[in-house]
């Protein structure tokens, strides 16, 4: 199985500031990775896939980039509405994994 | 609008059997595969399997093969997941999401099955 790790698994933040999240894989996944946001209570909600495509409706201060094995995902100005948990997935094989999460909360 | 409806959250005893499932809207049921995750109480994501609608192929996740059994009705645009025997460790919420032809990743993705096993 190819095994996702997220850095940090917390980060404490304020409105207005940027915010970047790390995903790595295990081994090569190409660009074949996804971000979703997941709030309390509600269904993950997919913001990037293919590594760096924002998916439609979704603002574009969101924005995901790739190096190798590692990916990243950006928020470049936070908003209220963006206080949540985000997960990377990887979409490359079988089966299917995803990043343990970062909680993104008020600073 | 594309949109996955779950069925209402359930209370079970260890050794009874379930049944949960998913009706697609909105779009071709059986054109995109549906895939299950399980998210247990305060975790993470995990991947269960996923069915091809169209033909009911499915593909497991070695984690669950054998702990649950994935189906659909492509006549009722529904996907299912079931146990033929709960533990208590299958307390958690399950999710269907959509993926498409060529890719992985889940678009959109029902509301949530929020599942209790406990005597």
């Known amino acids: 199985d190819i095994q996702m790790t997220q850095s940090p698994s917390s980060v404490s933040a304020s409105v207005g500031d940027r915010v970047t999240i790390t995903c790595r894989a295990s081994?090569?996944?190409?660009?074949?990775l996804a971000w979703y946001q997941q709030k309390p209570g509600k269904a993950p909600k997919l913001l990037i896939y293919a590594a760096s495509s924002l998916q439609s409706g979704v603002p574009s201060r969101f924005s995901g980039s790739a190096s190798g094995t590692d990916f990243t995902l950006t928020i470049s100005s936070l908003q209220p509405e963006d206080f949540a948990t985000y997960y990377c997935?990887?979409?490359?094989?079988?089966?299917?994994?995803f990043g343990p999460g970062t909680k993104v909360d008020i600073k | 609008e594309v949109q996955l409806v779950q069925s209402g959250a359930e209370v079970k005893k260890p050794g009874e059997s379930l049944k949960i499932s998913c009706m697609g809207s909105?779009?071709?049921?059986?054109?995109?595969?549906i895939s299950w995750v399980r998210q247990m109480p305060g975790k993470g994501l995990e991947w269960m399997g996923r069915i091809d609608p169209s033909d009911s192929y499915t593909t497991y996740s070695p984690s669950f093969q054998g702990h649950v059994t994935i189906s659909a009705d492509k006549s009722i645009s529904t996907a299912y997941l079931q146990w033929s025997s709960l533990k208590a460790s299958d307390t958690a919420i399950y999710y269907c999401a959509r993926t498409g032809s060529g890719h992985n990743w889940f678009d959109p993705w029902g509301q949530g099955t929020l599942v209790t096993v406990s005597s």
């Open positions: 909105g779009y071709t049921f059986s054109s995109y595969w």
């Open positions: 081994q090569g996944i190409s660009s074949w």
């Open positions: 997935q990887q979409a490359n094989s079988f089966p299917l994994t």
